[in-house]
Protein backbone atom coordinates (compact mmCIF):
# COMPACT_ATOMS: atom_id res chain seq x y z
CA UNK A 1 0.00 0.00 0.00
CA UNK A 2 0.59 3.30 -0.51
CA UNK A 3 -0.12 5.49 3.10
CA UNK A 4 0.20 9.43 2.96
CA UNK A 5 0.46 10.92 5.75
CA UNK A 6 -0.63 14.28 6.23
CA UNK A 7 -0.17 16.71 9.36
CA UNK A 8 -2.70 19.53 9.41
CA UNK A 9 -1.87 23.06 9.75
CA UNK A 10 -2.17 25.06 12.74
CA UNK A 11 -4.15 28.78 12.62
CA UNK A 12 -1.17 31.06 13.13
CA UNK A 13 -0.60 31.61 17.23
CA UNK A 14 1.51 33.12 19.28
CA UNK A 15 2.94 29.81 20.37
CA UNK A 16 3.78 28.20 17.47
CA UNK A 17 6.03 31.87 16.39
CA UNK A 18 4.36 31.93 13.39
CA UNK A 19 5.36 35.21 12.51
CA UNK A 20 9.00 35.49 13.41
CA UNK A 21 9.93 32.11 11.03
CA UNK A 22 11.30 34.63 8.15
CA UNK A 23 14.00 36.16 10.48
CA UNK A 24 15.56 32.74 10.74
CA UNK A 25 17.28 30.41 8.66
CA UNK A 26 14.80 28.43 6.73
CA UNK A 27 12.92 27.64 9.26
CA UNK A 28 8.73 27.03 8.51
CA UNK A 29 7.39 25.02 11.55
CA UNK A 30 7.16 24.74 14.71
CA UNK A 31 7.42 20.94 16.00
CA UNK A 32 7.62 17.65 13.90
CA UNK A 33 4.56 15.98 14.84
CA UNK A 34 5.48 12.78 17.15
CA UNK A 35 2.54 11.27 16.82
CA UNK A 36 1.78 10.67 13.28
CA UNK A 37 5.26 10.03 12.63
CA UNK A 38 5.36 6.82 15.44
CA UNK A 39 2.17 5.73 13.03
CA UNK A 40 3.86 5.99 10.00
CA UNK A 41 6.87 3.74 11.79
CA UNK A 42 4.34 1.29 12.64
CA UNK A 43 3.33 0.46 8.73
CA UNK A 44 4.46 -2.76 7.32
CA UNK A 45 7.94 -2.58 5.84
CA UNK A 46 6.43 -2.88 2.33
CA UNK A 47 4.27 -0.07 2.66
CA UNK A 48 5.40 3.44 0.98
CA UNK A 49 4.84 6.04 2.82
CA UNK A 50 4.88 9.32 2.31
CA UNK A 51 4.65 12.44 4.98
CA UNK A 52 3.09 16.35 4.24
CA UNK A 53 3.54 18.62 7.48
CA UNK A 54 0.97 21.45 5.87
CA UNK A 55 2.85 23.93 8.59
CA UNK A 56 5.67 23.46 5.94
CA UNK A 57 3.94 23.29 2.31
CA UNK A 58 0.52 21.67 2.02
CA UNK A 59 0.15 18.31 0.05
CA UNK A 60 -0.57 18.60 -3.26
CA UNK A 61 -3.27 16.61 -5.85
CA UNK A 62 -0.12 15.20 -6.78
CA UNK A 63 0.17 13.20 -3.10
CA UNK A 64 -3.02 12.64 -3.05
CA UNK A 65 -2.93 10.64 -6.81
CA UNK A 66 -0.03 9.11 -5.55
CA UNK A 67 -1.59 7.26 -2.42
CA UNK A 68 -3.94 4.46 -1.80
CA UNK A 69 -4.83 6.08 1.80
CA UNK A 70 -4.84 9.51 3.88
CA UNK A 71 -3.87 9.04 7.24
CA UNK A 72 -4.60 12.17 9.39
CA UNK A 73 -3.91 13.00 12.95
CA UNK A 74 -4.86 16.51 15.22
CA UNK A 75 -5.45 18.82 18.21
CA UNK A 76 -9.04 20.17 18.75
CA UNK A 77 -7.46 23.55 17.30
CA UNK A 78 -6.77 21.87 13.80
CA UNK A 79 -10.11 20.73 13.33
CA UNK A 80 -10.88 22.65 10.90
CA UNK A 81 -8.07 22.01 8.94
CA UNK A 82 -8.53 18.38 9.71
CA UNK A 83 -11.85 17.71 8.07
CA UNK A 84 -10.60 20.14 5.30
CA UNK A 85 -7.54 17.37 4.16
CA UNK A 86 -11.10 14.72 4.56
CA UNK A 87 -12.38 16.78 1.82
CA UNK A 88 -9.48 16.93 -0.62
CA UNK A 89 -8.66 13.12 -0.40
CA UNK A 90 -12.11 12.36 -1.04
CA UNK A 91 -12.08 13.84 -4.17
CA UNK A 92 -9.46 12.26 -5.11
CA UNK A 93 -11.11 9.28 -4.21
CA UNK A 94 -9.43 7.83 -1.56
CA UNK A 95 -9.97 6.53 1.92
CA UNK A 96 -9.76 8.40 4.86
CA UNK A 97 -8.20 7.22 8.43
CA UNK A 98 -8.35 9.84 11.42
CA UNK A 99 -6.12 9.53 15.02
CA UNK A 100 -4.92 11.59 17.45
CA UNK A 101 -6.14 13.44 20.48
CA UNK A 102 -8.90 15.42 19.16
CA UNK A 103 -10.62 12.33 17.36
CA UNK A 104 -10.16 10.15 20.48
CA UNK A 105 -12.00 12.97 22.87
CA UNK A 106 -14.85 13.72 20.30
CA UNK A 107 -15.00 11.11 17.61
CA UNK A 108 -18.19 13.22 16.67
CA UNK A 109 -16.31 15.95 15.31
CA UNK A 110 -15.35 14.05 12.24
CA UNK A 111 -18.02 12.19 10.54
CA UNK A 112 -16.90 12.10 7.13
CA UNK A 113 -13.61 10.38 7.61
CA UNK A 114 -13.61 6.90 6.46
CA UNK A 115 -11.82 5.44 9.46
CA UNK A 116 -11.83 6.62 13.30
CA UNK A 117 -9.00 5.76 15.03
CA UNK A 118 -9.64 6.64 19.05
CA UNK A 119 -7.48 5.77 21.48
CA UNK A 120 -3.54 5.15 21.79
CA UNK A 121 -1.10 2.77 19.56
CA UNK A 122 -2.39 -0.67 20.27
CA UNK A 123 -5.15 -3.23 18.76
CA UNK A 124 -7.26 -1.15 16.79
CA UNK A 125 -3.94 0.22 15.03
CA UNK A 126 -3.48 -3.44 14.26
CA UNK A 127 -7.01 -3.63 13.02
CA UNK A 128 -6.98 -0.56 10.74
CA UNK A 129 -3.51 -1.99 8.98
CA UNK A 130 -5.18 -5.06 8.66
CA UNK A 131 -8.29 -3.89 7.45
CA UNK A 132 -6.98 -1.63 4.32
CA UNK A 133 -3.97 -3.89 3.39
CA UNK A 134 -7.23 -6.26 2.44
CA UNK A 135 -8.95 -3.76 0.86
CA UNK A 136 -7.74 -0.18 0.64
CA UNK A 137 -11.56 1.21 -0.87
CA UNK A 138 -13.76 3.30 1.20
CA UNK A 139 -16.21 1.67 3.42
CA UNK A 140 -19.88 1.76 2.78
CA UNK A 141 -20.18 3.62 6.91
CA UNK A 142 -17.77 5.33 8.87
CA UNK A 143 -15.55 2.33 11.02
CA UNK A 144 -14.89 3.23 14.28
CA UNK A 145 -11.68 1.61 15.63
CA UNK A 146 -11.39 1.48 19.43
CA UNK A 147 -8.07 0.60 21.33
CA UNK A 148 -8.47 -1.67 23.90
CA UNK A 149 -5.19 -2.96 24.60
CA UNK A 150 -2.45 -0.37 24.06
CA UNK A 151 0.70 -0.94 22.91
CA UNK A 152 3.25 -0.85 25.53
CA UNK A 153 5.90 2.32 25.05
CA UNK A 154 9.12 0.14 25.49
CA UNK A 155 8.12 -1.60 22.42
CA UNK A 156 7.32 1.81 20.39
CA UNK A 157 8.91 2.10 17.19
CA UNK A 158 11.32 4.94 16.27
CA UNK A 159 9.38 7.76 14.90
CA UNK A 160 10.08 8.08 11.01
CA UNK A 161 11.69 11.36 11.34
CA UNK A 162 13.55 10.67 7.98
CA UNK A 163 10.29 11.23 6.16
CA UNK A 164 10.65 14.92 7.45
CA UNK A 165 12.71 17.80 6.63
CA UNK A 166 14.05 18.51 10.23
CA UNK A 167 16.17 21.41 9.50
CA UNK A 168 13.02 23.47 8.86
CA UNK A 169 11.60 23.10 12.60
CA UNK A 170 11.79 25.60 14.88
CA UNK A 171 12.66 22.81 17.70
CA UNK A 172 13.32 18.78 17.24
CA UNK A 173 10.58 16.49 19.58
CA UNK A 174 10.91 13.71 21.53
CA UNK A 175 8.95 11.62 23.96
CA UNK A 176 9.43 9.69 26.97
CA UNK A 177 6.30 9.56 29.08
CA UNK A 178 2.32 9.87 28.57
CA UNK A 179 0.12 10.79 31.45
CA UNK A 180 -0.06 12.92 33.89
CA UNK A 181 -0.27 12.24 37.54
CA UNK A 182 -2.41 15.21 38.10
CA UNK A 183 -6.08 16.21 37.66
CA UNK A 184 -5.87 20.25 36.52
CA UNK A 185 -9.39 20.85 35.94
CA UNK A 186 -9.03 22.02 32.69
CA UNK A 187 -6.68 19.44 31.28
CA UNK A 188 -7.60 16.81 29.52
CA UNK A 189 -4.79 14.85 29.54
CA UNK A 190 -5.77 12.19 32.57
CA UNK A 191 -8.58 11.64 30.64
CA UNK A 192 -7.34 10.72 27.47
CA UNK A 193 -3.49 8.79 28.56
CA UNK A 194 -4.02 8.26 32.16
CA UNK A 195 -2.92 9.43 35.76
CA UNK A 196 -0.34 6.57 36.20
CA UNK A 197 2.78 7.98 32.96
CA UNK A 198 3.76 5.32 30.80
CA UNK A 199 7.34 5.08 30.16
CA UNK A 200 9.96 4.52 27.47
CA UNK A 201 13.56 3.04 28.52
CA UNK A 202 16.26 5.13 28.58
CA UNK A 203 18.11 3.41 25.66
CA UNK A 204 15.27 3.78 23.43
CA UNK A 205 15.69 7.84 24.20
CA UNK A 206 19.18 7.86 23.42
CA UNK A 207 18.81 5.70 20.01
CA UNK A 208 15.94 8.71 18.92
CA UNK A 209 18.39 11.24 19.95
CA UNK A 210 21.03 8.84 17.55
CA UNK A 211 18.50 9.21 14.84
CA UNK A 212 17.75 12.97 14.95
CA UNK A 213 20.90 13.80 14.71
CA UNK A 214 21.57 11.33 11.72
CA UNK A 215 18.35 12.57 9.95
CA UNK A 216 20.12 16.47 10.63
CA UNK A 217 18.22 18.15 13.50
CA UNK A 218 20.06 20.72 14.62
CA UNK A 219 19.98 23.10 17.98
CA UNK A 220 17.31 22.09 20.32
CA UNK A 221 14.97 19.13 21.25
CA UNK A 222 11.69 19.23 23.06
CA UNK A 223 10.38 16.33 25.28
CA UNK A 224 6.71 16.95 24.64
CA UNK A 225 6.01 14.69 27.85
CA UNK A 226 2.80 16.14 29.55
CA UNK A 227 4.84 16.31 32.77
CA UNK A 228 8.15 15.58 32.29
CA UNK A 229 8.68 14.79 36.22
CA UNK A 230 5.28 12.58 36.36
CA UNK A 231 7.48 9.60 37.22
CA UNK A 232 10.45 11.21 39.15
CA UNK A 233 12.79 7.74 39.76
CA UNK A 234 12.09 7.54 35.68
CA UNK A 235 13.64 10.47 34.95
CA UNK A 236 16.28 9.84 37.57
CA UNK A 237 16.98 6.87 35.74
CA UNK A 238 16.95 8.75 32.40
CA UNK A 239 18.95 11.51 33.05
CA UNK A 240 22.22 9.68 33.53
CA UNK A 241 22.05 8.58 29.82
CA UNK A 242 21.46 11.27 28.60
CA UNK A 243 24.28 13.13 30.29
CA UNK A 244 26.13 10.32 28.72
CA UNK A 245 25.17 10.86 25.50
CA UNK A 246 25.49 14.44 25.10
CA UNK A 247 29.15 13.36 26.34
CA UNK A 248 29.90 11.25 23.15
CA UNK A 249 28.10 13.35 20.92
CA UNK A 250 29.80 17.10 21.88
CA UNK A 251 26.00 18.65 23.38
CA UNK A 252 25.39 18.62 20.03
CA UNK A 253 21.34 19.47 21.27
CA UNK A 254 19.98 21.64 24.03
CA UNK A 255 17.16 20.03 25.71
CA UNK A 256 13.73 21.72 26.82
CA UNK A 257 10.77 19.92 28.81
CA UNK A 258 7.27 20.90 30.06
CA UNK A 259 7.15 20.06 34.34
CA UNK A 260 5.07 21.26 36.90
CA UNK A 261 6.80 24.23 38.94
CA UNK A 262 7.36 21.39 41.83
CA UNK A 263 10.28 20.64 40.23
CA UNK A 264 11.87 23.31 42.09
CA UNK A 265 11.59 21.36 45.18
CA UNK A 266 14.29 18.74 43.15
CA UNK A 267 17.63 19.62 43.29
CA UNK A 268 18.76 16.72 42.34
CA UNK A 269 16.53 16.11 39.26
CA UNK A 270 17.80 19.77 38.77
CA UNK A 271 21.23 19.11 39.17
CA UNK A 272 20.99 16.53 36.57
CA UNK A 273 19.11 18.58 34.07
CA UNK A 274 21.76 20.92 34.22
CA UNK A 275 24.33 18.60 33.57
CA UNK A 276 22.18 17.34 30.77
CA UNK A 277 22.43 20.44 29.08
CA UNK A 278 18.88 21.07 29.94
CA UNK A 279 18.24 24.96 29.63
CA UNK A 280 14.43 25.73 28.86
CA UNK A 281 11.55 24.25 31.14
CA UNK A 282 8.10 24.98 30.41
CA UNK A 283 5.73 25.79 33.84
CA UNK A 284 1.87 25.80 33.77
CA UNK A 285 2.17 28.48 36.23
CA UNK A 286 -1.55 29.71 34.78
CA UNK A 287 -1.88 32.11 37.26
CA UNK A 288 0.01 33.91 40.69
CA UNK A 289 -3.55 33.42 42.70
CA UNK A 290 -3.42 30.81 45.34
CA UNK A 291 -6.14 30.66 45.80
CA UNK A 292 -7.35 30.43 41.93
CA UNK A 293 -4.58 27.58 41.82
CA UNK A 294 -6.61 25.68 44.53
CA UNK A 295 -10.02 26.08 42.55
CA UNK A 296 -8.48 24.72 39.40
CA UNK A 297 -7.35 21.42 41.18
CA UNK A 298 -3.56 22.76 40.94
CA UNK A 299 -2.12 23.08 44.66
CA UNK A 300 0.87 21.39 43.60
CA UNK A 301 1.96 24.73 42.53
CA UNK A 302 1.51 26.16 45.84
CA UNK A 303 4.16 23.73 46.92
CA UNK A 304 7.16 26.18 46.50
CA UNK A 305 6.22 29.82 46.35
CA UNK A 306 5.96 30.81 42.20
CA UNK A 307 8.76 33.43 42.25
CA UNK A 308 10.86 31.04 44.35
CA UNK A 309 10.67 28.19 42.11
CA UNK A 310 11.23 30.46 38.85
CA UNK A 311 13.99 31.57 40.82
CA UNK A 312 15.24 27.84 41.95
CA UNK A 313 15.07 26.89 37.98
CA UNK A 314 17.42 30.10 37.06
CA UNK A 315 20.03 29.28 39.31
CA UNK A 316 20.47 25.96 37.97
CA UNK A 317 20.83 27.96 34.74
CA UNK A 318 17.44 26.81 32.96
CA UNK A 319 14.89 29.24 31.61
CA UNK A 320 11.42 29.29 32.88
CA UNK A 321 8.51 29.49 30.00
CA UNK A 322 5.17 29.78 31.33
CA UNK A 323 1.79 29.02 30.42
CA UNK A 324 -1.15 31.81 31.68
CA UNK A 325 -4.96 31.60 31.92
CA UNK A 326 -7.26 34.55 31.75
CA UNK A 327 -11.03 33.89 31.91
CA UNK A 328 -11.02 32.09 35.27
CA UNK A 329 -14.10 31.72 37.86
CA UNK A 330 -11.78 33.79 40.34
CA UNK A 331 -10.33 36.53 37.67
CA UNK A 332 -11.15 40.23 39.17
CA UNK A 333 -10.90 42.71 36.75
CA UNK A 334 -7.30 43.99 37.91
CA UNK A 335 -6.33 40.77 37.48
CA UNK A 336 -4.77 41.56 34.44
CA UNK A 337 -2.39 44.04 36.36
CA UNK A 338 -1.37 41.19 38.84
CA UNK A 339 -0.52 38.95 35.94
CA UNK A 340 1.92 42.00 34.78
CA UNK A 341 3.03 42.59 38.09
CA UNK A 342 3.75 38.45 38.45
CA UNK A 343 5.41 38.78 34.53
CA UNK A 344 7.25 41.92 35.98
CA UNK A 345 8.55 40.17 39.19
CA UNK A 346 9.64 36.97 37.63
CA UNK A 347 11.11 38.16 34.71
CA UNK A 348 9.75 35.11 32.51
CA UNK A 349 10.66 36.18 29.39
CA UNK A 350 8.09 34.50 26.96
CA UNK A 351 4.45 33.87 28.42
CA UNK A 352 1.57 32.52 26.87
CA UNK A 353 -1.39 34.26 27.43
CA UNK A 354 -4.36 32.45 27.12
CA UNK A 355 -7.90 32.56 27.35
CA UNK A 356 -9.85 29.54 29.31
CA UNK A 357 -10.92 27.11 27.53
CA UNK A 358 -13.22 24.35 27.97
CA UNK A 359 -11.96 21.13 26.27
CA UNK A 360 -14.48 17.81 26.31
CA UNK A 361 -13.13 14.91 28.62
CA UNK A 362 -12.21 17.61 31.43
CA UNK A 363 -13.79 18.28 35.20
CA UNK A 364 -13.79 21.90 33.50
CA UNK A 365 -15.92 21.06 30.92
CA UNK A 366 -18.24 18.45 33.00
CA UNK A 367 -18.98 21.49 35.98
CA UNK A 368 -19.16 24.16 33.10
CA UNK A 369 -21.71 21.76 31.30
CA UNK A 370 -23.97 21.04 34.91
CA UNK A 371 -24.18 25.06 34.96
CA UNK A 372 -24.95 25.55 31.65
CA UNK A 373 -22.03 27.81 30.93
CA UNK A 374 -20.40 26.67 27.68
CA UNK A 375 -21.13 29.07 24.74
CA UNK A 376 -21.10 26.87 21.05
CA UNK A 377 -20.20 30.15 19.02
CA UNK A 378 -17.14 30.25 16.74
CA UNK A 379 -17.42 33.81 16.45
CA UNK A 380 -16.67 33.82 20.10
CA UNK A 381 -12.64 34.08 21.52
CA UNK A 382 -13.66 31.36 24.30
CA UNK A 383 -16.52 28.69 24.69
CA UNK A 384 -16.25 29.58 28.68
CA UNK A 385 -19.16 32.04 29.58
CA UNK A 386 -17.10 33.87 32.13
CA UNK A 387 -18.14 35.00 35.26
CA UNK A 388 -16.75 38.53 34.48
CA UNK A 389 -18.43 40.25 31.12
CA UNK A 390 -17.30 38.57 28.09
CA UNK A 391 -16.04 41.83 26.61
CA UNK A 392 -14.03 42.59 29.39
CA UNK A 393 -12.09 39.84 30.06
CA UNK A 394 -11.05 39.86 25.89
CA UNK A 395 -10.57 43.48 26.40
CA UNK A 396 -7.89 42.46 29.63
CA UNK A 397 -6.36 39.83 27.57
CA UNK A 398 -5.70 41.58 24.68
CA UNK A 399 -4.41 44.66 26.62
CA UNK A 400 -1.91 42.56 28.80
CA UNK A 401 -1.00 40.84 25.96
CA UNK A 402 0.02 44.06 24.46
CA UNK A 403 1.64 46.01 27.56
CA UNK A 404 3.85 42.41 28.10
CA UNK A 405 5.27 42.17 25.05
CA UNK A 406 6.17 45.88 24.14
CA UNK A 407 9.83 45.42 22.66
CA UNK A 408 11.17 47.40 25.84
CA UNK A 409 10.05 45.31 28.15
CA UNK A 410 10.43 41.64 26.22
CA UNK A 411 14.47 42.97 26.04
CA UNK A 412 14.78 43.70 29.52
CA UNK A 413 13.18 40.31 30.24
CA UNK A 414 15.63 38.48 28.50
CA UNK A 415 18.39 40.85 29.35
CA UNK A 416 17.58 39.71 32.92
CA UNK A 417 18.38 36.09 32.12
CA UNK A 418 21.38 37.36 30.28
CA UNK A 419 22.86 38.41 33.69
CA UNK A 420 21.09 35.77 36.30
CA UNK A 421 19.97 32.69 34.20
CA UNK A 422 22.81 31.88 31.11
CA UNK A 423 25.92 32.25 33.00
CA UNK A 424 24.43 29.24 35.63
CA UNK A 425 24.30 26.92 32.38
CA UNK A 426 26.48 23.95 31.57
CA UNK A 427 29.19 25.74 29.29
CA UNK A 428 29.80 22.46 26.96
CA UNK A 429 33.37 22.01 25.53
CA UNK A 430 33.71 23.15 22.19
CA UNK A 431 33.08 19.85 19.71
CA UNK A 432 32.95 19.27 15.87
CA UNK A 433 29.35 18.79 16.39
CA UNK A 434 28.47 22.35 18.07
Not at 221 to 239: C, K, S
Not at 254 to 273: D, G, H, V, W, Y
Request: proline share 8%.
Amino acid sequence: RKILCVFPRYTPSFGTFEYAYALTDGVRAFMPPQGLLVIAAVLPPSWQVRFVDENIDPATPGDFAWADAVFVSGMHIQRRQINDICGRAHAAGKVTALGGPSVSACPEYYPDFDYLHIGELGDATDTLIERLGRDPSRPAHQVRLTTAVRRDMTEFPQPAYELLPLQRYFIGSIQFSSGCPYQCEFCDIPGLYGRNPRLKTPQQITAELDKLLACGLLGAVYFVDDNFIGNRRAVQELLPHLIAWQKRNGFALQFACEATLNIAKRPEILSQMRDAYFTTVFCGIETPDRDALKAMAKAHNTMVPILEGVQTLNRYGMEVVSGIILGLDTDRPDTGDSILDFIAQSQIPMLTINLLQALPQTPLWDRLARENRLVDDDGRDSNVDFRLPYDMVVGMWRETMARAYTPQKLFARFEHQDRVTYPNRLQPPNSPQR
